[in-house]
């Protein structure tokens, strides 16, 4: 039973902030890289930025770099996204995944076993 339920999307001014969670079950959390991907409209699923199972390693993608920072917490089995300084084209469905590392969450196409199903998050100018 495998899952991966992100929370916290919704609407918010530009320049505004968000918090994303994703909660983990059924996979050894620990052990698993978890990052965070996008998908606007029309456009494909983009990397957001990942953190490697202790949290000592985290990678963000340019668009987002200085504004969103990634945290995990395991004794919760949850990886956060704290979006700070938002803007209209971070509008997406954000989505959470698990990967076995960092360069397979960057691989093209992502070399994830898990998703989460997604939340919206719209940044209204």
């Known amino acids: 039973q495998v899952q991966l339920v992100e929370s916290g999307g919704g609407l918010v001014q530009a320049g505004g902030s968000l918090r994303l969670s994703c909660a983990a079950s059924?996979?050894?959390?620990?052990?698993?890289?978890m990052g965070w991907f996008r998908q606007a409209p029309g456009k494909e699923r983009e990397f957001v930025g990942a953190?490697?199972?202790?949290?000592?390693?985290?990678l963000y993608a340019d668009s987002v770099k200085g504004r969103f920072t990634i945290s995990r917490d395991n004794a919760r089995n949850t990886v956060y996204l704290q979006m700070n300084s938002l803007k209209p084209e971070d509008t997406a469905v954000y989505y959470c995944?698990?990967?076995?590392?960092?360069?397979?969450?960057?691989?093209?196409?992502?070399?994830?076993?898990?998703w989460g199903q997604g939340t919206q998050v719209t940044v209204s100018s």
């Open positions: 995944a698990a990967a076995g590392s960092i360069a397979f969450m960057t691989s093209i196409p992502p070399r994830t076993n898990f």
């Open positions: 059924g996979i050894l959390f620990s052990i698993n890289t």
């Open positions: 953190v490697s199972p202790n949290g000592g390693r985290i």
